[in-house]
């Protein structure tokens, strides 16, 4: 399942850029080589699709889940088509993207891995950008408050929520194990939208990481 | 009770508009023949169309509209015999979705039509008599290498866009596989790539209905100066019922009475929903043709792309150049979703670089010519995405 609604719900107040470009899609964006094929698989109103091509000159396509998102990308000149990552990547041939990204998409699919296994397949490269449930405010939620945690960029009450399959960037690394995916690039943003140091440990990340944005790429 | 469905135009003038069309018109002498599918030469025959706006002078700007099986070239101008507005004026015009400022657009009536282009009500040089059932079998390949001649007569190597609904939207598919290095977008909306079972019945319940009429005579009804006007309507209230929707007829007509306060016991139009699709009827014989009706809906039967690339549809598809912007409407049940998604599917498969967009709406398979404020919103920035990467200039 993509976005249900316009924007990406997981980032309902994120920290924007100089520019007013999100930073977490601008991360993403710095990641992606001039000029590629890139598929974007629940692009809601088509923000990256957009920050792509007139930053980095891709040639974009989008799939959105909500009519809503797609007949807006489309009225914006986006090629963005109507489907579902869960059962819609399936259609797509090998290789046919140089990047596949799931930005903010992951967490709300049925079938995590499978959509990752799709996405290396599609793509030469997978970006992926996701809420870390690692993060110790989210912790201390759970810990201290007893209940589902909600923050910011995570508004929606459990029963409501449309992120259904939530990871820390610890179980995301384990994933990436799982499917054989080979981990080019890490970035944690903190709370503030700034990159965490680099040569951290990966404990460190997940502990005050609350987002992460993986460049990944199939393990030959 | 019968319905009236009156007398209206006098075959005659329906005959004239046939071979003298109120329209530009391109004739193609002997020595142009049109080879259709069915192994025939077509010779000679014309070619009736309407443009709006300009040419540019690098010629980039041109946009066919593909109309549908009972449309015509008059897409936003007066009509000739009905009198009424055209048939897209709300999306082709100044400052429209299809902005007749900026783009030129063409629309030409389909070969087998009944509005100027060669069809069967069309005068038979070789018998000095209109067509009738003489007239060879057309397929929508046959359709879109006439339309690809007048381009060639016009001057325009390949179209900025492409646009049309339901058989409109076959002739741009058909298009975009024949000839995908002269369509630079193409706009199919509530389309197919071939006609389903449930479409093909429904048109045989249609030509049924025209040749059980008396007046038909085998097609010979100018000659023998008589009109299936009432085969021919009866074949158009079916097929309307089709265009709509039960949620939209619901709306519109419910149960209530036309003119009357209670049933009348009798078979007259009591209902409204009979009274319009009565009217239906009958404006459509003032300017339609019987045998234009068999031919055309015959065409859309044997369409199916995936059949001329040994099934495989991407390959109809394959590595093609144009922009694609597939869309669909919730509530057609004639050319559902479904079929749209086999088209993206295939586009897809193939590489394509394609948009597609599902409209809500209750107005069924009709939606793509009324009043839809969305599909207007995605022709027009789909068109705005596809003239920026033209380089056309506002």
């Known amino acids: ?220 | 009770m019968k319905a009236d469905f009156g007398t209206a135009l006098d075959p005659a003038d329906r005959a004239r508009e046939a071979d003298r069309p109120r329209s530009l018109l391109t004739r193609f002498s002997p020595d142009q023949p049109l080879r259709l599918d069915a192994g025939i030469d077509l010779s000679p025959f014309q070619i009736a169309y309407q443009t709006y706006g300009t040419l540019n002078p690098e010629r980039s700007n041109a946009v066919l509209i593909c109309h549908a099986l009972t449309g015509d070239q008059h897409v936003a101008n007066l009509h000739p015999v009905t009198q009424k507005p055209g048939w897209w004026e709300t999306m082709v015009g100044p400052g429209r979705a299809i902005d007749t400022e900026r783009y030129f657009v063409i629309c030409p009536n389909v070969l087998g039509g009944c509005m100027g282009t060669t069809g069967p009500a069309s005068t038979n040089p070789s018998t000095g008599m209109p067509w009738g059932l003489d007239f060879p079998v057309l397929t929508i390949r046959d359709i879109v290498r006439a339309q690809a001649m007048l381009l060639d007569h016009l001057g325009i190597e390949s179209v900025f866009s492409m646009a049309g609904g339901s058989m409109g939207g076959m002739q741009v598919l058909q298009w975009c596989a024949s000839y995908p290095q002269r369509v630079f977008s193409a706009l199919p909306i509530a389309t197919s790539t071939r006609h389903s079972a449930q479409n093909i019945a429904f048109h045989e319940v249609g030509r049924q209905a025209v040749m059980a009429d008396p007046e038909w005579r085998q097609g010979r009804y100018f000659a023998e100066g008589t009109n299936p006007r009432r085969g021919l309507a009866v074949a158009r209230m079916g097929n309307h019922i089709t265009y709509l929707s039960d949620a939209a007829l619901h709306r519109k007509f419910g149960r209530r009475f036309q003119d009357r306060e209670n049933p009348t016991f009798s078979f007259d139009a009591d209902f409204q929903v009979e009274s319009y699709l009565r009217h239906q009827g009958s404006s459509f014989v003032e300017r339609f043709d019987a045998n234009s009706y068999l031919y055309l809906t015959r065409a859309m039967d044997y369409f199916d792309l995936a059949a001329d690339c040994d099934g495989v549809l991407a390959n109809a598809f394959k590595d093609t150049p144009t922009r694609f912007c597939v869309i669909s409407f919730t509530s057609d049940w004639l050319f559902p979703t479904s079929d749209s998604r086999a088209i993206v599917h295939a586009l897809n498969a193939g590489g394509a670089r394609v948009s597609f967009a599902e409209i809500v709406t209750d107005k069924g398979h009709d939606a793509f010519l009324l009043e839809e404020p969305e599909l207007f919103a995605i022709v027009r920035g789909f068109l705005e995405g596809a003239a920026k990467a033209r380089g056309l200039s506002r």
């Open chain 1, 1 to 220: 399942m993509l976005t249900r609604i316009k924007h990406d719900l997981t980032m309902a107040e994120a920290v924007r850029g100089p520019g007013g470009a999100r930073v977490d899609l601008l991360v993403v964006a710095e990641m992606v080589a001039p000029g590629a094929k890139v598929l974007d698989v629940g692009c809601g109103d088509g923000e990256l699709l957009r920050l792509l091509a007139e930053t980095r000159g891709v040639d974009g396509r989008g799939i959105e889940l909500s009519r809503e998102g797609v007949n807006e990308c489309v009225a914006k000149g986006l090629a963005v088509i109507q489907g579902d990552a869960d059962t819609d990547l399936s259609d797509y041939p090998n290789d046919a993207f140089d990047y596949v990204i799931l930005s903010q998409t992951l967490q709300a699919t049925r079938h995590p891995r499978i959509v990752i296994e799709h996405m290396l397949r599609i793509g030469r490269h997978g970006i992926v950008s996701f809420p870390n449930f690692g993060h110790w405010g989210i912790r201390l939620q759970l810990l201290l408050g007893g209940h589902m945690p909600r923050t910011d960029n995570l508004p929606y009450a459990w029963w409501e929520s449309p992120n259904i399959h939530f990871c820390t960037i610890k179980d995301f690394r384990q994933l990436c194990g799982v499917v054989g995916a080979r981990m080019e690039k890490a970035v944690a943003l903190n709370a503030w939208g700034g990159a965490l140091r680099f040569n951290a440990p990966w404990w460190f990340w997940n502990l005050l990481g609350e987002q992460a944005v993986f460049l990944l790429s199939r393990r030959s």
